[in-house]
């Protein structure tokens, strides 16, 4: 494992001293689609072209602040680097898996939050796992992100602010950013307008250009949200973390079940199906002892046949604090067997960095206890 210290986020006047957004929060440049970005600028007497040139200079060259757009004037970025700030996550520390091959970065927020995102690199794509809320509301039983509930929502510039981080480490390699994963802290589903926002900044081919079909939206099973998200321009992928076919285990392990139990669930996720032709993928996190019977193997078999979808097995990575644990690989065999069994198809995916703390909410947890 590697400790890298990096410096933090570029920019000139203080953030308590920058307007505001109606929720108090800071407003960034990340915050903005390209449309925003040109009436703030016309509205300042710039030329529109003006926003296009920064536009490109943050999305197409990666720029790390004002004064690397060079396609601008001097007088114009240091105007903007007093009036908009040019991100508003600083880096607090990088850690690193001994191959590279998975970067997670902790941010400090504007308001002394932690926010962590991970970089995974694969040879046929770099994948960036995004964080949407500080917390969780959700709380399920083996998550280290819902351990202290919600504290706040993400903004979307925060949001944006990371993809833009993890696809400039990325270039530092060699790589261009190709995937993008809502599967960091959060349920993107209850910062369902932000997350949406996030989409079509990322997707503005005049930016990222990023296809919504390299985007994963995961959620806990919000029911309203999964018709919401049907209806959407974009065709972005779901995932939905089902992680026990019956209502019983379910409701123990991911208490939004009781609120949306899984025939509302299936319903919802039927529904999503039929309006967008798009396969679901469904998320397992296997618990020795937990989930991962023969019984229950059957059973999940059972709820999803003749789904069109695909079965994510994921063996635990736990928490600490938590009593949960991963089954042996035999066990983890067995049960991705019996699913598959049922003609469901069925992955055992091993999450990334178990080494630094890269399950969901770890690294933040870890930094809230030694501050
Ligand atoms: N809130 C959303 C997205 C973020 S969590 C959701 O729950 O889907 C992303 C994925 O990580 C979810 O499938 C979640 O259940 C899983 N996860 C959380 N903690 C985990 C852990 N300790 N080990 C393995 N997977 C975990
Ligand atoms: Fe929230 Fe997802 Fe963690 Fe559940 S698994 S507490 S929904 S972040």
Not at 137 to 149: D, I, K, N, P, S
Request: aromatic fraction near 6%; glycine fraction near 8%; charged fraction near 20%.
């Amino acid at each position: 494992m590697e400790t890298v210290a990096l410096p933090t986020a570029s920019s000139s006047a203080p953030l308590a001293l920058r307007p505001l957004s109606r929720a108090g929060r800071p407003v960034s440049l990340f915050d903005l689609t390209l449309e925003e970005l040109e009436s703030r600028l016309l509205a300042q007497g710039e030329p529109a072209f003006r926003a296009r040139q920064l536009w490109h200079g943050i999305y197409g060259d990666l720029c790390d602040g004002y004064d690397a757009v060079t396609t601008l004037p001097l007088p114009l970025r240091t105007a903007l680097a007093d009036d908009l700030p040019f991100g508003t996550l600083a880096t607090v520390r990088e850690v690193a898996t001994d191959d590279g091959e998975t970067v997670k970065t902790l941010y400090r927020t504007f308001d002394g939050q932690f926010v962590e995102t991970v970089l995974m690199l694969y040879p046929d794509r770099a994948t960036v796992c995004v964080s949407c809320q500080v917390g969780c509301a959700v709380g399920c039983a083996f998550c280290a992100t819902g351990l202290g509930g919600l504290t706040r929502n993400l903004t979307t510039g925060e949001m944006v602010e990371q993809v833009v981080g993890a696809a400039r480490r990325a270039a530092a390699l060699g790589r261009p950013l190709t995937n993008l994963v809502m599967m960091g802290m959060g349920e993107p589903l209850h910062n369902y307008a932000a997350t949406m926002k996030l989409v079509g900044i990322l997707n503005d081919r005049r930016g990222l250009g990023f296809g919504a079909r390299r985007i994963t939206i995961s959620t806990s099973g919000v029911v309203p949200r999964i018709d919401a998200l049907a209806d959407e321009p974009y065709q972005v992928n779901l995932a939905v973390s089902l992680h026990a076919p019956t209502d019983d285990l379910r409701t123990r392990l991911v208490p939004l079940n009781s609120r949306y139990p899984i025939a509302e669930l299936m319903a919802a996720c039927d529904r999503y199906v039929a309006k967008t032709g798009r396969r679901i993928s469904f998320e397992y996190a296997l618990m020795a002892g937990i989930n991962d019977g023969d019984d229950v193997a059957q059973d999940l078999g059972e709820l999803l046949r003749g789904r069109l979808c695909h079965v994510n097995v994921i063996p635990l990575n736990p928490v600490d604090v938590l009593p949960y644990e991963r089954p042996d690989p035999a066990g983890i065999e067995r049960f991705a067997g019996i699913v598959r069994a049922a003609d469901i198809p069925t992955t055992v995916r091993y999450s990334r960095g178990v080494a630094i703390a890269a399950a969901c909410g770890q690294l933040r947890a870890e930094q809230s206890a030694a501050s």
